[in-house]
């Protein structure tokens, strides 16, 4: 999924305040699990990226919802480990390969959105990037996730 904030290239330090957002999401994800629960935190979480990217024009929701966004990762790791109990650099390398076939359309250039009429795996990124796409991503990964986790008993 390729995030394309409009104001990205206007807004002074704002690769590194993203940046900050992801790994703060990250570590976010993690402690809320452990306090709140991990359903919980996943359906919040979730759920916030989606309303932040649908305002995504605006530095603040759209830095918040890269926030969110990133909260899944703790959660889905730990899912795996319960999974692949006895194997925890297979299942980091699984989610690894996961993120990596994710990348593959925006790879293949899937990323030239608002330029003439595209179709195929071009047209599908194109869309992701859109702001209803990425909230829509949001969604779907929080039925993924949810589902995934009720799965693995906590």
Known sequence: MIQNFPWK???AGSGLILVGAVVLGK???GVLA???G??????RSMCAAAVGFLCLVYPAAGILAVFF????M????WAVSKVFPGAKGFGFGLLTFGLFV????AWLGGSSVGGPVQSGIRFMAGNASSPVGMALMAVVSLLLL???LKQVAE
């Open 74 to 77: 703790p959660l889905t790791l």
């Open 38 to 43: 991990i359903q919980r935190t996943a359906f």
């Open 69 to 72: 966004w990133n909260m899944s």
């Open 146 to 148: 949810g589902w995934g």
């Open 34 to 36: 452990d306090k709140l």
């Open 102 to 105: 994710g990348f593959c359309p």
């Open 27 to 29: 570590m976010a994800g």
């Open 9 to 11: 290239e206007t807004l």
